[in-house]
Structure formats: C-alpha cells, structure tokens
C-alpha cells in the first residue's frame, strides 16, 4: 500500500513539474506568436489579421503532425491502426474544436480590447472549470483548490496591470466565451486522455486542429479577405514570421501539448488549471527581458498571487496519503 501512494505521489510530481513547464512554455510563445503577428501585418497588410491567423494555426499544426507522427511511432500506430481507431481521432476532434474556438474567440475580441482586460477575462478560465468541474463531478472541489483558483485568477488578472473593465462590448462577450472554450478544453483533456491513449489522440488532435486552420483560411478566401498563394508563400517564407512559427509548432505544440495529454490525467484538472495560469507571469518576464515590455509594480502583485494559488493547491489540495481522486478509464 505504502508503495503504490508513493508511486502515485512521484508520478503526481512528474505531472506537477510538467505541467509547469507548459507553462513557462506558452509564456515564451506569446512573444513568438507576437512577432509573427507583426510580420503577418507588414507583408498581408492590415483587415487580413484573422487569414494569417488562421494560416499560421494551419501550417503549425500540419507540422507538428508530420513531426510527432515522425518521432513518435506509438501515436502513429495508434492514430492510423488498432481497436481505439474511432475513439482516438473522436476524441481528437473534440479538442481540436475546442482548441480552435478558444484561440479565435479570443483572437477576434482582441480586436476590441486592451491586453490587460483580455488578460483578466481570459483568465476567468480557472473559475470557470471550477464550477464546470463540480457539476460534471457531482461534487464541491476541494477547499485549497478552490483557493488556489480565486488566487491564481486574481494573479492572472493583475500581471499586466489593472483592467479597465468599464463596458461590455462585443469583444469582451467574446473573450470570455474564448475563456469558457479553454476550460472546457482542459476537462476534455482529463477526460479524453484517461479513455483513450495519449499520443495518439495528440496525433489527431494536431491533424483536426490543422484541418481546422485550414478551413478557416479558406473560409476567409471566400468573404474576400483570404490569402493568395504567392502572399502565402512570401509569408511562410519570411524570416520573422519563419522563426516564431518553428519555435511554437516545436516547443509551444508537439512539447507543451504533449505534455498537457500526457501528464494532465495525473493531477485534478482544477489544479492544472492552476499551473496554466501561471502562463502571464511567464509571458510578462520574457517581454521584459526582450525589450518588448517594462516591469511595473503589478507584475510583482500578480506574481505574488499567482505564486500563493499554487502553494496553497499543491501543500493543501491533496491531504498527506491521499492520492488525487482519479476517474477509472472506461
């Protein structure tokens, strides 16, 4: 007995410490995928934001598929074979819808809000799974959860300055809709990963949210404000957009995403919410030392809550000898 909850308790910890690194992860990618936005506008132009938007989604994740299917022979083998075959790319599916509804949900409302407001509404991700979380499992969340959600949200919001929250518009509506995409993705995530293997359903994901990019440019095409080929191509082909593209379809998808659907299983999806909100602060401090960004006293405010939700959900969440309450795979 002592053996398998101190195999449980070292297994949670390698959860903890990788969950962690997608966050530090994702900070970094916010200046990556800022500079490509840059890049984006100085070659397409302006009222073609959402077109290379949706050409980045797809040419990152048509990548990250090639290379997760390339190293990784097991998601291969799962996502093109075997007895889970429609389980795996459903599953897949699923996140890919979501993944993609939250990234251009969000995308569109920044359109119309500060960065420090959608910082604050998008992080409302964690008190919404929550109570998502609740009612799905027909029971409270923990005390110390619960805490560390109301902290890191609090953080989350601060980091980059107060939010000046006077009106709701349609770009507000839409950033908190991103933010309820997002929840709802990573109890997918909890979900999906414990019925059906990990990379293989990474695999799909990849394909899916590819598939979706790709549409979604398409669609743009149509209403006139799409991409032509040889605008694609000089784009793809850019230095500054090249770059940050690697960089996020390497560390920012096939890492940090497998990672999420390896390891997120492990822990309460209440407190994985919690180790993601730490992606601010992160973003905050990369901007920093790139030039891109100023320290302000609301980065060490923000910092100091988010820093306390997670203390509070990792020495308090889990009571000594108990193992995070896991749902058996059907």
């Known amino acids: ?38 890049a984006a506008e100085r070659i397409a132009g302006p009222g073609r934001e959402l077109a290379t938007s949706a050409a980045f989604l797809a040419v990152r994740f048509t990548l990250a ?25 459903r599953g897949g599916a699923w996140l890919a819808f979501l993944l993609v509804a939250g990234f251009v949900l969000q995308m ?10 959608s910082a604050f509404l998008t992080s409302l991700y964690v008190l919404f799974l929550v109570v998502l979380a609740a009612c799905v499992h027909r029971r409270l969340p923990r005390a110390a959860f619960a805490l560390g959600a109301l902290l890191a949200t609090a953080g989350a919001a601060l980091v980059r300055g107060r939010p000046e929250l006077t009106e709701w518009r349609t770009g507000e ?20 990963t414990k019925r059906v293997p990990a990379m293989p359903v990474t695999l799909s994901m990849f394909v899916c949210v590819a598939a979706g990019g790709a549409a979604l440019l398409g669609f743009e095409g149509l209403c006139g404000r799409g991409l032509s080929p040889k605008l694609l191509l000089e784009l793809t082909i850019d230095r500054q957009f090249l770059a940050p593209l690697l960089l996020t379809t ?8 497998s990672f999420m659907n390896l390891y997120q299983r492990e822990v309460d999806p209440v407190r994985a919410a919690i180790l993601y909100a730490l992606e601010p602060i992160w973003a905050a401090i990369v901007g920093i030392a790139a030039g891109a960004d ?7 405010v923000g910092g100091a809550l ?20 896991r749902e058996i795979a059907g």
């Open 306 to 325: 988010l820093l306390a939700g997670n203390l509070v959900a990792e020495f308090l969440g889990t009571p000594r000898g108990e193992t995070a309450p």
């Open 294 to 300: 100023a320290f302000t006293p609301w980065l060490a």
């Open 108 to 117: 569109v409302g920044l359109a119309e809000v500060s960065p420090a407001v």
């Open 173 to 192: 509506v839409l950033t908190v809709l991103a933010s309820l995409a997002f929840a709802v993705h990573i109890l997918a995530t909890d979900r999906v």
């Open 250 to 257: 390497v560390l920012g998808t096939v890492v940090a995403l």
């Open 1 to 38: 007995m002592d053996a398998l909850r101190g195999t449980a308790k070292s297994m949670r910890t390698r959860a903890t410490l990788a969950l962690f690194a997608v966050s530090v992860i994702w900070g970094f990618t916010f200046l990556w995928m800022k500079e490509a936005v840059v």
């Open 65 to 89: 598929a090639v290379i997760l299917a390339l190293c990784a022979p097991a998601a291969r083998r799962g996502a093109f074979a075997g007895d889970a075959l429609a389980a795996v790319w």
